[in-house]
């Protein structure tokens, strides 16, 4: 089968197929599918509704649905195979890489994930063992223990042997790992070299020795980096003894990149947790709240450091109307300083021992930002408000003190949560934003008081 | 050589470097770059300031530079190739992919993108011209024009030999690509099959035929989609004839990934653009100011509206402690619709021909959290600032009100930018929270105006 085009899966598919999901039309929905990529599949259900979800995946044949389930939301998964019964899960998790085994019997209750670990085959239950003590954030946890090794006294005429051996296993072949007796990893070789080389080469001869190598403790964003520095397409995983534990594939990786994006952006929006199209209005909710009512009760702080200064705003009304330009300037100048600080922390820019020199830039950024915008405030209030030019003069200052002192705190916060082994990103959400709000204000009517009202 | 760990790349090391650097002791250098993988070299000298990097890579032999050369910082990389004279560049780009050296000869001056591509091979000359033509920022920039291929007539015993020939040019061979004698493409091979099949086989009885292409338009964040969405290491671009042009591989796309999900949270930032460790004071100041100019004058609105209300806010002073309250939650809220929308249209997992269901549920979601701030706002404010019951129950609907307003605000503008060719990003800046401080500051008093103050 040849596809012209790439499928769009758009909503008439779906309603096209919840149709005939009532009708029970087994049929018609496999010839469909009988033409679609197993990638296509798995989105298609990713849009159904539990039950629909639930059905469709029970009439894929087993192999069918062993190219399907790893492409499955989470949570969706979950309750597929909450329904299904036990054998039938064994079957499908028997053809999986360990790697997507280990994934699956993780999320299943103990019970049932005992019955798969002992009725699936021997070797890969034992590997899937191993592999579940690694957290899934881990190396570890991203490995596959099924790859294609050889011992070093091999030739390319073994290799070759070995890589037919398993031709069936793998969908790719990256890597031949070159192993020693006590399976410690000493190089690898790609295919290309099996095929550019005479049969009796000895492996050792022609192998890579160049070895970059991760432990099963490495964390999944270091793993993520180094890949991606290097370009490589796989990544041998290690014991402290260097002997050979799995090996983790880009496909993983790109999933893992993607993943962390997106997790940064939701600590940057203020969500406790990553926010999936399926969850209820009350799990939104409740991923949603937590910050929110972070904000009240800063903002509620920010009330009582008005409150205190009643009799200034009673004699000054004027002095009330720019409240939001002091909160959203220093507001979003921090926020600009915490984002950038964040990023290049992550990315390895920034090292601790040189962040004097990073916030003395800060400095000097938000002295010009904040000059620039005072000079316009200034001038705005003037010409518009009729306001006294004193006053103006005083708000302009204390817009460009504002500025500053924000921006050094959204720059300075990450680099104090890091220190405390806390994630810097935190400093992106409405944290940062309700500090700067409360000292902002403090400053504004401390200014005005000491300087205008009397 | 062996590495037993990965190399830090410090703040020592980058110190005892400029040390050597300053000595012009080359030797030194050279023996320590040695044992690097090019990748920590180029990073060593994207550490380096421009004046050390220029001289590092000067004195690089040229096979090394080739390889450094692709992972530098592109505005570092202009800078040190502007020095270099014009028959080094060409000898560096001469043995580089097609991929990487348009985008090399594509930011060189004119004149020396003239010379370069008049000395370096015809073929590549050639190929490189047609890849120029390409935005950067599509397959076709992304492509390179170096694929391994057999005519549909082949067995496997050619395709090996077409590999044993192309070895030296490619680090990796993922696919072997099946043409007709039109260069339409009819499907791909992989290594694996070549080593498991006899070698009299057609190369048609085996090969894959399952294919999924791009043109050369396709933008790059599709691209992406389809790669991580189908597991795909490479992806072959065509023509609309289905002629093939060239490749895209997964290494190219990790860094499409990375630099997609740095845009957006820039864009999130209120930046206009990618700020970079390297920029000077000014041009970071430039990069930020734009929006910092935004929220500003959407908060001399603010500042208008509060002015049109100074009769009502002299007769309730305390009303203008609560301003921060309204402005911070209003902005929270519509920042997290705004956010979770922007990612599930970007995620192709909202359909515009949703959004009416979708909108329903922030609806809800934003009545179940703004009712719980409004409730802890109403006693907190009655038991703390002694305000009128009428008033805090005034000012806990009015919470209400505004949370509400606001998420609505934040979900439906993406879609609004989405429908008129905007990047929905956008809506996520200070664009959509200056909007709500106006809006939602207009409610705040109007309601007051109406209920409360006579």
Do not use: C
């Not at 969908?171 to 410690?184: A, M, S, T």
């Amino acid at each position: 089968m040849q596809k012209e085009s790439l499928l769009k899966i758009d909503k008439e598919l779906i309603e096209n197929l919840s149709e005939l999901i009532e009708a029970k039309d087994t049929h018609s929905i496999l010839t469909i599918f009988a033409n679609l990529h197993p990638a296509d599949i798995s989105e298609i259900i990713n849009h159904l509704d539990k039950d629909d979800a639930q059905y469709v995946f029970s009439i894929l044949d087993k192999n069918l649905a062993v190219e399907v389930i790893t492409e499955l939301d989470e949570d969706l998964r979950e309750e597929i195979l909450a329904k299904i019964d036990a054998d039938r899960i064994t079957g499908i998790v028997d053809e999986l890489e360990t790697d997507d085994a280990t994934d699956i019997i993780g999320d299943l209750p103990e019970s049932l994930a005992e019955h798969v670990l002992e009725n699936i085959d021997k070797e890969d239950s034992k590997d899937v063992k191993e592999l579940l003590k690694y957290p899934e954030d881990s190396a570890g946890g991203l490995m596959s223990s099924d790859f294609v090794f050889v011992y070093n006294d091999a030739t390319i005429q073994t290799a070759i042997e070995e890589v037919r051996k398993h031709s069936d296993e793998f969908e790719q072949i990256y890597q031949i790992y070159v192993l020693d007796k006590e399976n410690k990893l000493l190089g690898f070789t790609s295919l290309k070299t099996l095929l550019t080389n005479s049969l009796e080469t000895k492996i050792v001869d022609v192998m890579e020795e160049d070895l970059i190598f991760v432990t099963p403790e490495t964390d999944q964003e270091e793993v993520a980096e180094i890949m991606e520095k290097y370009d490589l397409v796989s990544l041998p995983v290690v014991d402290n003894e260097r002997r050979m534990l799995g090996r983790i594939t880009i496909d993983d990786i790109v999933d893992v990149i993607q993943e962390e994006a997106e997790e940064d952006i939701s600590k940057m929006a203020g969500l406790i947790d990553d926010e999936e199209y399926s969850h209820s209005t009350l799990k939104v909710s409740r991923i949603r709240l937590p910050w929110l009512l972070v904000s009240l009760a800063g903002e509620l702080v920010s009330a009582v450091v008005l409150s205190s200064f009643q009799a200034s705003i009673e004699k000054v009304i004027v002095a009330s109307f720019f409240i939001p330009i002091i909160m959203a300037m220093g507001g979003s100048a921090g926020q600009q300083a915490a984002i950038v600080m964040v990023r290049n922390m992550s990315s390895n820019k920034l090292w601790l021992s040189d962040a004097a020199k990073k916030l003395f830039k800060e400095f000097r950024v938000a002295f010009v930002n904040g000059l620039a915008s005072a000079i316009i405030l200034l001038v705005m209030t003037y010409m518009f408000f009729s306001t006294q030019l004193n006053f103006s003069f005083l708000l302009s200052i204390t817009l460009l003190i504002i500025m500053i002192n924000a921006t050094m705190i959204g720059a300075t916060v990450p680099i104090v949560l890091n220190k405390i082994g806390v994630d810097p990103v935190v400093a992106t959400g409405p944290f940062v934003s309700t500090m700067n709000d409360i000292v902002g204000l403090l400053i504004y009517f401390t200014i005005l008081s000491l300087f205008y009202i009397r």
